[in-house]
């Protein structure tokens, strides 16, 4: 795997360096984390100063080989799936993330109702809701345990 990200930096003209290879490997791994996480995940790896980190997801994302999102309110996370133009939903409660395919092939989103002259090249659309833990603990907290034994 390592190899293949090697080739993507190359494909872009970035060199290769250990703390962008280790960053592209933790979005692989932990897809949607924000920068603290991204750090975290890294220095566990490596010692490289924060501000490395920064850069090093900067430059990726400049890059676009790292796909920054930044749903409303929400901290920017980061991914390293980029490229397909899927869409995200995001739980209002937790702040979890999952991916949501456009459609195989090809990007109907990409397609506006009224593109007012402008040529479109991405879609970004952010499902909000409450994902399946936050509903069961919604659930079973709103509803009266009948046995009395919570
Ligand atoms: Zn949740
Ligand atoms: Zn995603």
Same mark, same amino acid.
Do not use: K
């Given at each position: 795997?390592?190899?293949?990200?090697?080739?993507?930096?190359?494909?872009?003209?970035?060199?290769?360096?250990?703390?962008?290879?280790?960053?592209?490997?933790?979005?692989?791994?932990?897809?949607?984390?924000?920068?603290?996480?991204?750090?975290?995940?890294?220095?566990?790896?490596?010692?490289?100063?924060?501000?490395?980190?920064?850069?090093?997801? &900067?430059?990726?994302?400049?890059?676009?080989?790292?796909?920054?999102?930044?749903?409303?309110?929400?901290?920017?996370?980061?991914?390293?799936?980029?490229?397909?133009?899927?869409?995200?939903?995001?739980?209002?409660?937790?702040?979890?993330?999952?991916?949501?395919?456009?459609?195989?092939?090809?990007?109907?989103?990409?397609?506006?109702?009224?593109?007012?002259?402008?040529?479109?090249?991405?879609?970004?659309?952010?499902?909000?809701?409450?994902?399946?833990?936050?509903?069961?603990?919604?659930?079973?907290?709103?509803?009266?345990?009948?046995?009395?034994? &919570?």
């Amino acid at each position: 795997m390592t190899s293949d990200f090697e080739a993507q930096l190359r494909a872009v003209s970035l060199r290769v360096t250990r703390p962008r290879l280790a960053v592209l490997a933790a979005l692989r791994d932990h897809p949607h984390v924000d920068t603290d996480t991204v750090i975290d995940l890294v220095r566990a790896e490596l010692s490289v100063s924060h501000q490395a980190i920064y850069d090093v997801l &900067r430059a990726l994302t400049d890059a676009g080989l790292v796909r920054r999102i930044q749903p409303a309110g929400a901290t920017a996370r980061y991914e390293c799936r980029v490229g397909d133009n899927h869409h995200h939903v995001v739980c209002r409660t937790c702040g979890a993330i999952a991916d949501v395919d456009c459609a195989v092939g090809y990007s109907p989103c990409l397609t506006a109702s009224d593109d007012h002259g402008f040529v479109v090249d991405e879609a970004e659309v952010v499902y909000w809701g409450t994902c399946p833990d936050c509903a069961t603990e919604r659930t079973s907290q709103s509803a009266p345990s009948s046995e009395g034994s &919570r």
